[in-house]
Each structure stands twice: as structure tokens, then as C-alpha cells.
């Protein structure tokens, strides 16, 4: 299944734990060795296939494991400027905007005119 964003997360969950699973098949590994390779319990290895929540770091040490780690930039990219921004001299934001200042830039009116 491509998984194209309007797919429920339950949908998405199963389709990864699929991947995550035809991916340890693929290099031979019993879920009781992908567990010790990457240091979580069966159990947890169990869960991830079953499309059911384990904790970030778990997840992260399945991908390790399964050599998929590398990968994690194709879904987060690094956060890049645009070199027009750093010809203006912006910087990179370290917070997003209040509700004040997004109010501040709305067209002002009247009572009765809204």
C-alpha cells in the first residue's frame, strides 16, 4: 500500500508494521533476535508488528537493527534555509508566532463591519 496521507493513523500503523516486518524476514531474524539485536524486549518487538505503540526509543532501535536507521531523513528532513532568507539576514526560528502577533496582522474594522 502507498501510504499517501489520507489514511487513517490505524491504516498507517498496519502498513508500516507489514514493512517493519517483511524487512526482518528479509534478513533471516526470528522477532527473539531482532529484539536482542536491538535491545528491546520480544515482546515489544511483537507489538511494533502487530501495529500496536511502542516508545520512540524501541522504534529506534528496531530501525537500527533492520539497517533502516538512515532512512529517518528521508521522513524528518534537516530544516534548511532558503539562501534568499540569508541574504535578508533571517535567522533560523526557535519558536513559532503568539496568537497576538498573528492577530496584529489582520486587516482592522470596525465592530460593524466584521
Do not use: C, H
Not at 9 to 28: P, T
Amino acid at each position: 500500500m502507498k501510504i499517501t496521507g489520507y489514511e487513517s493513523n490505524a491504516a498507517v500503523l498496519g502498513e508500516l508494521a507489514q514493512r517493519l516486518r517483511d524487512q526482518r524476514l528479509a534478513l533471516g531474524l526470528t522477532q527473539a533476535e531482532l529484539a536482542k539485536k536491538s535491545g528491546v524486549s520480544a515482546r515489544t518487538v511483537a507489538r511494533l508488528e502487530s501495529g500496536e505503540s511502542i516508545a520512540l526509543e524501541g522504534f529506534l532501535g528496531v530501525l537500527r537493527a533492520l539497517g533502516a536507521l538512515r532512512n529517518i531523513d528521508l521522513l524528518v528532513p534537516e530544516y534548511r534555509m532558503l539562501p534568499t532568507e540569508v541574504l535578508d539576514g533571517k535567522r533560523k526560528r526557535k519558536r513559532a508566532p503568539s496568537p497576538k502577533s498573528a492577530q496584529a496582522n489582520e486587516m482592522w474594522a470596525w465592530g460593524d463591519e466584521r
